[in-house]
Structure formats: C-alpha cells, structure tokens
C-alpha cells in the first residue's frame, strides 16, 4: 500500500490536527499489528478506504487491539466502504486470534459492530478522550472483564533509516 496515499486521505478525512490526537501516542512510531492493515480501492486503483489494527496492552486484560482511523474518501461515503473495512478487519483480528479491540470515536457509528463504553470504563488513554468516546470490542467473551489501568503501545517500531 502507498503510505502517502493512506497519510493524503487520513488528512482529507480528519485533517492535519489528527497527529495530535491521543490515539496517535498509541501510534507513532509503530506498525500496524501484523497482517490488519487494510485498504479498498475504487475501480480506477487510487485508494478510497483505510482501515489499521495496533497492538496494544490494555492495562490488566493484557494484550489487545487498537482500531484506527478508519477512512472512507468523501466521494465514496454512504456505499458500504465503511462497514466492509470494519467486518473484514474485525473478521480477521478474530481469525488471527486477538481477544479484544479498542477503538476512540462515534459510539453511534461503531456501536452498530458491537463496540460499548462498558468494557472499557476503567481503563485510560495516554491523555485526553472525549467522554463516551472510547469504546471496546471483545472478540472473546469475557477478554474485557475487569479490565484496569492504561492502555499502552506495544507493536512493532518502525524502522527509521527507511522513512
């Protein structure tokens, strides 16, 4: 995948200040977890679609996921681009045996795959988080119970003599 394609259409969809969100404390400087990064390009090749899986600890529950950002270009919203992103990275998280995913955004957008404040209360984002905005997955039952404590990077580096 061109990575300044996926960068170009990140700041289309979330603009420049993204960088600065909390979840991307989780990111920098990281891979996404192997094998869930995923993108759907439109019929002439140029990516319409993103959509990454990080590796994370969440506090005692271990090892987990962190979904984000998913992106869908604004010519191309409202078809489905969305919500095939999410099932096919959901779908392969669970395959790839991952036990639960954590995400930051529209509780009304994602709550639809099953994504709650609920497991997630009592653990905490390396810095701010609109309230009700930081949602969990468990993709085992139970992945999430109890689950205290901060949510920390855990993936991959990237490699920077290659940047």
């Given at each position: 995948?061109?990575?300044?394609?996926?960068e170009a259409?990140?700041?289309?969809?979330?603009g420049?200040?993204?960088?600065?969100?909390?979840?991307e404390r989780?990111?920098?400087?990281?891979?996404?977890s192997?094998?869930l990064?995923?993108?759907?390009?439109?019929?002439d090749g140029?990516?319409?679609?993103t959509?990454?899986?990080?590796?994370?600890?969440?506090?005692?529950?271990?090892?987990?996921?962190l979904?984000?950002?998913?992106?869908?270009d604004?010519?191309?919203?409202?078809?489905?681009?969305g919500r095939?992103?999410?099932?096919?990275?959901?779908?392969?998280a669970?395959?790839?045996?991952?036990?639960?995913?954590?995400?930051?955004?529209?509780?009304?957008?994602?709550?639809?795959?099953g994504?709650?404040a609920?497991p997630?209360?009592?653990?905490?984002?390396?810095?701010?988080?609109?309230?009700?905005?930081?949602?969990?997955?468990?993709?085992?039952?139970?992945?999430?119970?109890g689950?205290?404590?901060?949510?920390?990077?855990?993936?991959?580096?990237?490699?920077?003599?290659?940047?």
């Amino acid at each position: 995948m061109d990575a300044p394609a996926r960068e170009a259409l990140l700041d289309r969809a979330f603009g420049r200040r993204r960088r600065l969100k909390t979840s991307e404390r989780l990111r920098e400087a990281r891979l996404p977890s192997q094998g869930l990064a995923f993108t759907a390009t439109g019929r002439d090749g140029r990516l319409i679609g993103t959509v990454r899986l990080w590796d994370v600890i969440a506090g005692s529950a271990g090892r987990a996921l962190l979904l984000g950002p998913l992106a869908v270009d604004g010519r191309h919203r409202s078809r489905g681009i969305g919500r095939a992103l999410m099932a096919r990275a959901l779908n392969e998280a669970r395959v790839r045996g991952h036990r639960a995913v954590l995400l930051v955004g529209d509780a009304a957008y994602y709550g639809r795959f099953g994504f709650s404040a609920g497991p997630v209360a009592d653990l905490h984002m390396p810095g701010p988080v609109e309230a009700g905005r930081f949602l969990g997955l468990e993709l085992v039952s139970g992945a999430l119970d109890g689950a205290e404590g901060p949510v920390i990077a855990c993936g991959a580096l990237k490699d920077r003599r290659r940047q």
